[in-house]
């Protein structure tokens, strides 16, 4: 069964940075591009960053410049890095491969 496991959220304030981490195996890293979703209350999901195989990236307009995602080649784990955090920010955050999705994990921005 595939998995993906995110971690690193919680609550931090304005300004402040979070490292979110999603790990999968190595089947599903190697061959699919990985992405980073978030969901605010009553909003929809929405894509926030998505990194190819090839490391090629792109992002949300909303999170440019202040977001980094990458990826780890030899732990299959991908990184969603995010400074100058906003309360906009705040949100359930899911990590993505193809069809199959994360859990998620709640960043909350407040002070």
């Known amino acids: 069964q595939v998995q993906l496991v995110e971690s690193g959220g919680g609550l931090v304030q304005p300004g402040g940075s979070l490292r979110l981490s999603c790990a999968t195996s190595s089947m599903i890293f190697d061959i699919y591009d990985m992405g980073w979703y978030r969901q605010a209350p009553g909003k929809q999901r929405e894509l926030v960053a998505v990194?190819?195989?090839?490391?090629?990236?792109h992002y949300a307009d909303a999170v440019k410049g202040r977001f980094t995602i990458s990826r780890d080649n030899a732990k299959s784990t991908v990184h969603l890095q995010m400074n100058s955090l906003k309360p906009e920010d705040t949100a359930v955050y899911y990590c993505?491969?193809?069809?199959?999705w994360g859990e998620g994990t709640q960043v909350t921005v407040s002070s």
């Open positions: 990194i190819t195989v090839g490391s090629g990236t």
């Open positions: 993505n491969a193809r069809n199959f």
